[in-house]
């Protein structure tokens, strides 16, 4: 079924008693309304104070060191909505500011983008993952999961349904991967997939290390950590922890980072040892975007939408109290990842079509590249999805 | 439609200045897809019913503090289908027996109609959280960044979701025979 059929066969399903449904819902209605008391403040008022709003939030952003750089830059036809980003981006992605490749999902498909700004389509695939030297790429797409080569040459391929989120272990011998409502493993050779446990939609992330320990989230929405050769559970954490939307282990292995949204539009931070135990948490305002781990210590680059604006904070992970405001700007921001050597971040603002590389150490550079996704979409208008950036890795 | 925004921005400067007319149609505009919405994601009749009017309610009570720049669906639409998933979720854990997931049927006369029961018996199939991108996706018409939003989640959950939830409804349509 296409989606126009599906569309119009959900438009079809007729819930019962519809109008005597809308009658008794309109007489509670009504009578709600009429006991309202007035509003004390007049709406008429809020327009200008909402003008202010906005220009004390990009007030805000031209106080952070990015924020002064690209003030002038950024600007919003507040009613449109339409974010120009900043202009003086590169037309195209010629070149990455540093070493290394970086992995995207376009909906055209999966493809690597070289330090000197080449890009190769992989395949027709949604998700991606690179093995931990940059030798492979595990790649999936409905009911498959594959290795690749960088060339996208393929390796060997595993038919399973509805593969999703699959994620290379740092050994290189594993794979984690979701297939359906299950957690499964398969060797880096394709060989030995065996299902783990029933799981929730959330990726799973393997702690770095020569032992295949990977954390994921139980079909109760748990938090458990798991020795997967031995099929040993090693510690699980649900309560503040509960239902992840996100996992992240350090590149030390001992921290894991559990993202959860909370209610009222908030969500929450909550850093783990390596043991299981609970060693900070914090709440934030707006809507959780993306979070990763640097390479090289325990900073956490968190993405975040606060209504019009979205807004990038690095916080140290073993106090998440001392957060600094690298970039902020407005409409959607979308993935963030840091450079090989954690001097760079990359930061996806869907809204503008850019890419943004800061230089994380001092935050006093940034390197924007315009209209991305027309160049994941050769040929075409870059119509669909906004390229998702599925990490940066290492030297060729 | 930018007809109907502009409308819609009317009827709710009238509802908060206290217009009950205006209220009404603000009503009679939303009340259908939320209701819709609400029935295709619990498949309950009864409990649609009750999500959408308490959504509304709801909306309705903070509607002095609503930004009348923006539209009213999706700021209603994120109330209802949040319910909805709480009050699916909430009954899969009672794990109700005896009550199927069709409380009713497509009536026959309907555009679709034709596709209707065999695709209403696949979305039950699927999980509360499966089916509510689907229902935003393809009911509502929003696109999955405007679903991350709407639902707190990061863009991929919601592309996973999206995709894992229409390869399962192929699959039991196809296994329907349809």
Redesign the interface.
């Known amino acids: ?1 296409n ?1 126009r ?14 109008i005597g ?2 009658r ?3 007489r ?3 009578t ?3 006991k ?1 008391e ?2 004390p ?1 007049p ?1 008429r008022h ?2 200008p104070v ?1 003008a202010v709003a906005i220009a004390v939030a990009a007030l805000a952003a031209a106080l952070t060191p990015p924020g002064r750089a690209v003030i002038d830059e950024v600007r919003d036809a507040v ?1 449109t909505q339409k974010v120009v980003g900043v202009p003086q981006a590169k037309p195209a992605l010629f070149s990455l500011p540093t070493q290394g490749r970086v992995l995207v999902s376009a909906s055209t498909g999966a493809w690597i983008v070289s330090a000197q700004g080449s890009r190769r389509k992989l395949g027709d695939y ?2 991606a993952t690179w093995s931990p030297r940059g030798l492979f790429v595990g790649v999936s797409r ?2 498959q999961l594959a290795a690749v080569t960088p060339k996208g040459e393929v390796r060997w391929t595993l038919s399973r ?2 593969v ?2 699959p994620r290379w272990s740092p050994s290189g011998f594993r794979i984690a991967y979701l297939s ?2 299950n957690l499964r493993v398969v060797a880096g050779d394709g060989t030995g997939d065996r299902r783990i446990d029933a799981a929730q ?3 799973p992330a393997w702690r770095p290390g020569a032992k295949h320990v990977l954390a994921y989230a139980d079909r109760g929405g748990t938090v458990t950590v798991i020795e997967t050769d031995e099929n040993q559970t090693l510690w699980t954490a649900a309560g503040v922890a509960a239902r992840p ?2 996992l992240e282990w350090s590149a030390d292995a001992t921290r894991l980072l559990v993202v959860r ?1 909370l209610a009222g ?1 908030r ?1 929450a931070l909550v850093v783990f040892d390596a043991g299981g135990r609970r060693i900070q948490t914090l709440d934030f305002a707006g ?4 979070a990763a781990f640097a390479p090289n210590n325990h900073r956490i680059a968190v993405v975040r ?1 606060l209504g019009l604006r979205s807004e990038l904070l690095v916080a140290e992970a073993d106090t998440l109290r001392r957060q600094q405001a690298v970039f902020g700007g407005l409409g ?1 921001f ?2 963030v990842a840091w450079s090989p050597g954690g001097r760079w971040l990359l930061l996806g603002w ?1 809204s503008a079509d850019q890419w943004l590389f800061i230089r994380s150490a001092d935050v006093s550079k940034i390197k924007a590249n315009s209209s991305l996704a027309v160049q994941f979409d050769p040929g075409g208008t870059g119509a669909g ?2 390229p ?1 950036i599925e990490g940066w890795c290492c030297p060729e | 439609m930018a007809g109907l925004r502009g409308d819609e921005r009317a009827w709710i ?1 009238g ?4 217009s ?1 007319s205006d ?2 149609t603000l ?2 505009e939303h ?2 897809r939320a ?2 919405a609400a ?2 994601v619990v498949h309950d ?1 009864q409990a ?2 009750d999500i ?2 308490e959504s ?2 709801a909306a ?2 903070a509607l ?1 503090r609503f ?3 923006r539209p009213f669906g999706p700021w209603l639409h994120r109330i209802v289908v949040n319910r909805a998933i709480d009050w699916a979720r909430a009954r899969a854990l009672r794990a109700e027996v005896g009550d199927g997931p069709l ?2 049927v ?2 026959e006369d ?7 029961p065999p ?2 018996a696949a979305l039950a199939e699927l ?1 509360p ?1 499966h089916r509510a991108v689907i ?1 935003l996706r ?2 509502l ?1 929003y696109t ?2 405007e679903i991350a ?1 709407l639902l ?6 919601v ?3 999206l ?2 939830g229409l ?2 409804l ?2 039991h ?1 196809e296994r329907e025979g ?1």
């Open positions: 079924m989606e059929r599906l569309r119009q066969a959900l438009l079809g399903i007729g819930p019962p008693d519809e449904a809308q008794r819902a309109w509670v209605v009504r709600d309304f009429g309202r007035p509003s403040w709406i809020r327009r909402a009613g949604d998700e409905r009911h349904p509805n999703h989120d359906g409502s939609d959330v990726a939307t996100q949204g539009g969500f809507s959780f975007v993306d939408r959607r979308s993935d869907e999805e906004f998702r | 400067r509802a908060q200045a206290g009950l209220l009404e009503f009679r009340w259908p209701y819709r029935y295709l009749g649609a019913e959408a009017q509304f309610l309705i009570r002095d930004d009348r720049r409380a009713a497509a009536e309907q555009p679709g109609a034709a596709f209707s695709l209403v999980s959280e229902v393809h009911l018409e999955p960044g939003e707190e989640l990061p863009r991929g959950t592309n996973s979701r995709r894992r390869d399962e192929a699959e349509l349809r």
